[in-house]
């Protein structure tokens, strides 16, 4: 069955601090990633997305990932996190043919 | 500005009353999602469209139903039959393998 964790429920990091949310999935086909971010009482904002090619994706916001399909993962990074990056972050993959498949989220509280 | 529009933002809803969230988008995606949201979850699946006319059941249809009548529409009713509707609801439209571009959300409480 396609499946995404994200191990971590709960992330804490001070500001200006380095940041990385872990994202593990088990899907049959070439699975496509992404990462999305949401503010409380907000819809979701997609944060970068792997389809193919280099396996370190760019994304808005200084965030950055890697895919590594030998782990199966697909972990977020960011250098420094600021105070505004304090939400909660869904890991997600799709497919043709095939809805997306979300994780739990990992929420990131940030202390000044 | 291309997007998603849900409305209302907050609905209230008493015992026994269906009521109905609206979803709007003009990317002219084919698909759209409906998702629930409870506290400290992850998103469900209601329902999904991938072409008008069409949209099937996703992992907890129970107690909502959906229309397709149009490709920039996908209205979700909340029917009596929802035990438990207090929950935040999402809307999302894709196109292809494409990211999912999601709405502002509307908060359903029962009162």
């Known amino acids: 069955a396609q499946s995404v964790t994200q191990p971590d429920i709960h992330i804490t990091v001070s500001e200006g601090a380095s940041l990385e949310l872990r994202c593990n999935y088990s899907y049959g086909a070439t699975p496509y990633l992404f990462w999305y971010v949401q503010s409380p009482g907000q819809g979701l904002q997609l944060l970068l997305k792997y389809f193919s090619g280099d396996t370190l994706v760019q994304g808005i916001k200084g965030f950055e990932a890697e895919f590594k399909r030998s782990q199966s993962s697909f972990n977020l990074r960011k250098p420094s996190v600021h105070w505004s990056d304090a939400a909660e972050y869904f890991c997600?993959?799709?497919?043709?043919?095939?809805?997306?498949?979300f994780g739990p989220g990992t929420r990131l509280s940030v202390l000044p | 500005d291309g997007g998603i529009t849900q409305s209302p933002k907050y609905l209230f809803r008493k015992e026994g009353q269906n009521v109905t969230l609206s979803c709007e988008q003009n990317?002219?995606?084919?698909?759209m999602y409906w998702y629930r949201q409870d506290p400290g979850q992850g998103l469900r699946l209601i329902y999904y469209s991938q072409i008008v006319n069409d949209f099937q059941k996703g992992d907890i249809a129970e107690g909502y139903s959906v229309s397709r009548e149009k490709k920039e529409s996908f209205p979700l009713t909340v029917t009596s039959a929802q035990k438990n509707p207090t929950a935040f609801y999402l809307c999302?439209?894709?196109?292809?393998?494409?990211?999912?571009?999601f709405g502002q959300g509307t908060r359903l409480t029962v009162v």
């Open positions: 999302a439209s894709s196109m292809g393998v494409a990211e999912a571009f």
């Open positions: 997600a993959v799709g497919a043709w043919g095939q809805n997306f498949v």
């Open positions: 990317l002219n995606h084919d698909a």
